[in-house]
């Protein structure tokens, strides 16, 4: 008897042995399937070395088939679960939202990109340059464009390609990447560096730019000292002094106001990284420095720019403004009056908001003005303005009162003198720098025939080429008052017309506006 039980355990552990055996086998065998099946798919959250930056690269047409074809399967969806009910207003509710839910996608598509459909990426490394650094504008941004939080559409033709403009979104955030400068000028600063570094002895001796611009002159206080600015700066990157504003009046005050910004008052190194990139965003194009000074000391004027975000290498990212101010010359009356009158609050607040320092702004044109979805006017491009130390208008003597009207040839004969002295005659701005009401009326608002073919300050290709002005169809009840006033504006026949004219002007574009308020 204990022999035959003996038997039968022993018979049900071989049994179960054997069963686990089968089990393991089985199971084994299902893993290597699976294996053999994700080898042979490609994983798409992965780079691979045909796409080491995880960049799709389908085509436009597979593309667009992928995309109709699950927009199809996702309405097969919705219909095969609308028909498990009974109510049939279900299913017509159901298919309602989904083509709302796609109108909606699409209304929202063609506000962002009117004329081109807008195709985001990853930017590759070589893009961004950030091997230059420090002779770059920085790199706050860098971790965020190599994880894939910032993409930019660098491939559609028609946006600002060629100006090295690049719109694109970060965290949800509509964005703008910019170079700020051409190819020919990043080459020439490369080449100055390599050129002016102790570290290479012989001329033939290979250059690393982030290496050799710490043993360059860029990367030295003496750099930052005012005269150098004023007077050699320029000779870095650029081809004439006209091409770098910023320099012409900058004084010891501004550039420790920019020595705060950058982080250099807090050690006296005679070297640093952090003044090699100063200077590249100083000599280069000084936008990136300006959203930063503006911000951090002249926050009265923070409004008239986009929201600077940060940097990565040779490339600044900014807030996407809005819509140009060429789209709105065909606007309302009542809209176009207010643009107009903020244009006017914008040249008194640069010349009057903030008590230490008066900008001025030489490009008037169309393209350099945007509209904020709330109906703002912001400047695009700050690489044409001046920045002049008040402390030193207050010190200065002044010059008496303007004797003749000042056009065109008494503002060019004054701006040459300004290049010709190295800035020396900056105190006196502020009697030349109703240049910006002239520039304001005749390039932005005016649509007066008696002054479209003056077309001050324009290249010869451009005088016949006269644009409408916002300032168009004036209401009955204005005129002839209003054109009148923008014509002295334009053209000043005594002294201080232009002054008086634009000041009246704003007055009633105020007046305007408030009645329409009440």
Known sequence: MRTFRLRRKLTHLIGLLLCCFLAIQFISVSLGSYEREVKDSPNLALPTSLDPWNIETRGEGEGRKNVGRDLNLFRAGLLEQARSYEDKNLISETLEVSKKDEHIESLQASKRAPSTMRRFSRVPPAALQEETCPGCYGTSLCDKFYAGNITLDMETVGLTKEKGVFYGEMDGQKIVGKYLANQQEFKRLDHFICQNSSRRVQPNQPCDVSWDVLHSHLAKRAALDVRYIRNDLHKVAQKEASSLSIALCASDRFMGELKEVYGLSRWNRETSPEVATLMTSLLLNPEGLLLKFFEQKVPELQKYFPAYLGECGRMIVV?????????????????????????????????????????????????????????????????????????????????????????????????????????????????????????????????LESTKYLRFFYPESEKQKPKVGLLHDIPDVLEPNLSNLLFNCVFESIPGQRRQSANIIKRLLEAIGRHLTQ
């Open 319 to 447: 807030a996407e403004a809005g819509v140009p101010l060429s789209e709105y010359r065909n606007a309302s009356w009542d809209i176009r009056a207010d643009l107009a009158r903020q244009i006017f609050q914008m040249i008194h607040d640069f010349q009057h908001a903030s008590p230490d320092w008066m900008v001025i702004l030489a490009d008037f044109s169309f393209d350099n003005f945007a509209v904020t979805p709330d109906r703002r006017i912001q400047l695009l491009d700050l690489e044409d303005i001046s920045i002049v130390d008040k402390q030193e208008i207050a010190s200065a003597k002044k010059l008496p009162p303007f004797k003749e009207p000042c056009n065109e040839e008494c503002f060019v004969t004054f701006v040459s003198n300004l290049y010709q002295s190295g800035g020396k005659d900056c105190a006196h701005v502020p009697m030349y720098s109703q240049i910006m009401l002239l520039h304001a009326c005749h390039r932005l608002l005016s649509d």
